[in-house]
């Protein structure tokens, strides 16, 4: 699976958007781009994934760059429950998702 | 609910003993894993089963064993040859359905064992 690089920490105030970027410029044709999040002691949590076009679910939106080389989770109105470790993968049919050390992030009321 | 659970939340094992985790699932998936997480760090996957009576060896599988007897159970035994058994442990499944099946379906995760060896 292709690695990633995420910045180590983000602050987004409470109620603004939360926009957390991804490098991934080695991903190939096949492989999806997943998010998840880790809230303190806790298991991962999914947020939401894709391939080449743009998502949205309840949760976030992913933007996906037109050469895959790169993505933006988005959390619209970040509340202080987001605050936590979310982590981009890229992935093809592994048995596993490889998760890096991912991004700090830090809702501020 | 449907979901995962894994017990029990703080686990406390002298040196030397082996020590068994569980994990249970009641969301019917087929494939099950164990991933180890140390502070600061990602998940490291230890184990995982795509079918019942089969497992497959992860990246870090030095130390430990695993077993599948049952669709919904896959326990982690930690043995006294893993150097290191200090560790947040968690245990995740996913759906074999779908298109891409469970290569490409979301994984559910447990709230995790947290592990210390005295």
């Known amino acids: 699976d292709a690695k990633t690089t995420q910045p180590t920490s983000m602050d987004c105030a409470e109620g603004r958007a939360a926009n957390l970027p991804c490098n991934h410029s080695?991903?190939?044709?096949?492989?999806?781009v997943y998010w998840y999040r880790q809230i303190h002691s806790q298991g991962p949590q999914y947020i939401i994934h894709?391939?080449?076009n743009n998502e949205t679910n309840e949760m976030a939106s992913l933007i996906i760059t037109e050469d895959r080389k790169s993505s933006t989770l988005i959390l619209p109105h970040a509340t202080l429950r987001d605050t936590a470790v979310y982590y981009c993968?890229?992935?093809?049919?592994?048995?596993?998702?490889?998760f890096g050390t991912g991004t700090r992030l830090t809702v501020i009321p | 609910d449907g979901g995962i659970t894994q017990s029990p939340k703080y686990l406390f094992r002298k040196e030397g003993q082996n020590v068994t985790l569980s994990c249970e699932q009641n969301?019917?998936?087929?494939?099950m894993y164990w991933y180890r997480q140390d502070p600061g760090q990602g998940l490291r996957l230890i184990y995982y089963?795509?079918?019942?009576?089969?497992?497959q060896k992860g990246d870090i599988a030095e130390g430990y064993s695993v077993s599948r007897e049952k669709k919904e159970s896959f326990p982690l035994t930690v043995t006294s040859a893993q150097k290191n058994p200090t560790a947040f442990y968690l245990c995740?499944?996913?759906?074999?359905?779908?298109?891409?099946?469970?290569?490409?379906?979301?994984?559910?995760f447990g709230p995790g064992t947290r592990l210390t060896v005295l």
């Open positions: 894709g391939l080449k």
């Open positions: 993968i890229v992935r093809a049919g592994a048995n596993n998702l490889f």
């Open positions: 969301l019917n998936h087929d494939a």
């Open positions: 995740a499944s996913t759906s074999g359905s779908g298109v891409g099946g469970w290569a490409y379906n979301e994984q559910f």
């Open positions: 080695t991903i190939s044709g096949n492989e999806y």
């Open positions: 089963s795509q079918i019942v009576n089969d497992f």
